[in-house]
């Protein structure tokens, strides 16, 4: 089981997203060169990176060759835990391979693979089993900001997959705020919005599992964060790192990014 023990503080990550991309050969080069990279630059922050999942053993080797340097992680994981889901991939399975986390819940699996709260709740479970942490997604679409009903729709998200777990499971998570409308559009929220959300999700953990557990939660930024612009948004109080997208494909530009503490 993951460890339930009082964290002395909240982490700084900073998560790159491969998502749907790269060759068995680039995503080979691109490991090695984020390494190489790491190991010149060391960040004051964990550094994850989740490849698609062909390539977790790739990016695992070079995870163990070089320990403390990078962490991995899967983009997804099944809701099942184990039989006849042809394609699907348990959580027992990400385990064996010594995963420490995945990515749930991304814009991108709710949109396009209609994925709900409900189903997200039982990824979260599968994988708690598993002693592997979850960087849970959630994110407002573009016409909901509009209306005003960011905050609501953030803490639907939150509360429907995650508040029926105990304090102890919750301290195992890792919320990942990513407005839907600055994913891969080029647009980032402002400091101002982004600090905003996060300080709001973090209450929404304090009136459920204590200020604690709120204050040792790692809430990450994911909207079209770069090299440029990741040491303004990292300077929030409530913004503990990176969901990184488009930026994470380019290694320079990854290292950079964790080097914005």
């Known amino acids: 089981m993951l460890n339930h023990k009082h964290k002395k503080m909240r982490k700084n990550i900073v998560a790159g997203n491969w998502k749907?991309?790269?060759?068995?050969?680039?995503a080979e080069e691109l490991i090695a060169d984020i390494v190489e990279s790491l190991e010149?630059?060391?960040?004051?922050?964990?550094?994850?990176?989740c490849p698609p999942a062909v390539y977790l053993e790739l990016a695992s080797d070079y995870a163990n060759d070089y320990e403390n340097v990078l962490s991995i992680g899967a983009q997804n994981v099944s809701e099942y835990e184990k039989g006849a889901y042809t394609g699907e991939i348990a959580a027992s399975m990400l385990a064996s391979m010594s995963m420490e986390y995945c990515i749930v819940g991304h814009s991108e699996r709710r949109k396009y693979f209609g994925e709900t709260n409900q189903q997200l709740a039982l990824k979260v479970e599968r994988l708690l089993e598993n002693a592997i942490h979850p960087i849970f997604c959630c994110g407002e679409q573009?016409?909901?900001?509009?209306?005003?009903?960011?905050f609501k729709?953030?803490?639907?998200?939150?509360?429907?997959a995650l508040f029926h777990?105990?304090?102890d499971e919750f301290s195992n998570l890792l919320i990942a705020y990513e407005p839907v409308w600055a994913i891969g559009t080029g647009k980032t929220a402002t400091t101002d919005q982004a600090q905003e959300m996060h300080a709001y999700i973090r209450t929404l953990i304090a009136e459920k599992f204590g200020k604690e557990t709120a204050e040792d939660t790692t809430i990450l930024y994911g909207g079209s964060c770069n090299a440029a612009n990741a040491k303004e948004l990292f300077a929030n109080k409530d913004v503990d790192g990176g969901l990184i997208g488009g930026a994470s494909l380019k290694a320079n530009d990854f290292v950079a990014i964790a080097n914005s503490f």
């Open 142 to 150: 573009l016409e909901e900001r509009e209306a005003g009903n960011h």
């Open 40 to 49: 010149k630059n060391t960040p004051g922050c964990e550094v994850i990176v």
């Open 165 to 167: 777990f105990s304090n």
């Open 153 to 160: 729709v953030v803490e639907t998200q939150i509360k429907e």
């Open 20 to 26: 749907m991309n790269a060759t068995f050969q680039e």
